[in-house]
């Protein structure tokens, strides 16, 4: 049993499409996370949300939508794909905001061409 | 806003030698968490020390935290060609915030 699944673990796309990337994790944890991880190995936090509601939105371009349902699953929308957004994205989640372990999906390695 | 700093960037050593990772930090901070990313993979968390502790073991590793110095480090003794991988401190600052990652060291155990 996974604890924190995201998919695809890959996508291969044009620049100018729409893509998403779903996660769910099923350790009934209230908050989770999206994260950016460049080729550098940076880790950077893009949203948070705690029980369904957006706690942290970074400074990130507003083609990226994040969507919680419900609190188990929070996916991420990208519209109109640009080359810079090539990276590997990671779920994660914790059982609350402060201070908590994070359990981290595998990522998605997105690649835009 | 990025807190933690690893060092060194990257470190490379014989399998069975110690291993020792550095995290400094800028600001107060409520706990300081390490985690492991092998390649390909989503972190794991190894190891969670409070601000009012000063050494917590676990297993092969062991964390050191420094309050004074605002800065943390990792041995992992006995090193294994397994333990290769990336090493992130992650720092949980004072108020209902997340955790921010620092850079990471890239470990490299040679068999």
């Known amino acids: 049993d996974t604890a924190v699944s995201q998919t695809p673990k890959y996508l291969v796309t044009q620049m100018g499409n729409d893509k998403s990337i779903k996660c769910e994790q099923n350790?009934?944890?209230?908050?989770m996370y999206w994260y950016k991880q460049d080729s550098k190995k940076f880790l950077k936090i893009m949203f948070s949300y705690n029980n369904k509601e957006l706690i942290i939105n970074e400074t990130v371009p507003n083609r990226f939508s994040p969507k919680s349902p419900d609190k188990a699953h929070l996916n991420l929308h990208i519209n109109s794909l640009e080359l810079g957004d090539s990276a590997v994205y990671f779920c994660a989640s914790s059982q609350a905001l402060q201070g908590n372990i994070q359990y981290f999906g595998a990522g998605t390695r997105l690649s835009v061409l | 806003s990025q807190q933690g700093e690893e060092d060194p960037q990257a470190l490379s050593i014989q399998e069975g030698e110690n291993a020792t990772m550095n995290c400094s930090y800028k600001t107060s901070i409520n706990n300081l968490q390490w985690y492991r990313q092998n390649s390909g993979r989503g972190l794991v968390h190894l190891i969670l020390?409070?601000?009012?502790?000063r050494e917590k073991h676990s297993g092969r590793l062991r964390v050191t935290l420094d309050t004074s110095k605002k800065s943390s480090s990792l041995l992992i003794t006995a090193s294994r060609a397994a333990d290769t991988a990336s090493y992130f401190c992650?720092?949980?600052?004072?108020?209902?915030?997340?955790?921010?990652f620092g850079k990471g060291t890239r470990l490299s155990v040679i068999a």
């Open positions: 992650a720092t949980a600052p004072s108020g209902n915030t997340p955790l921010v």
């Open positions: 020390i409070r601000s009012n502790e």
């Open positions: 350790l009934g944890h209230d908050t």
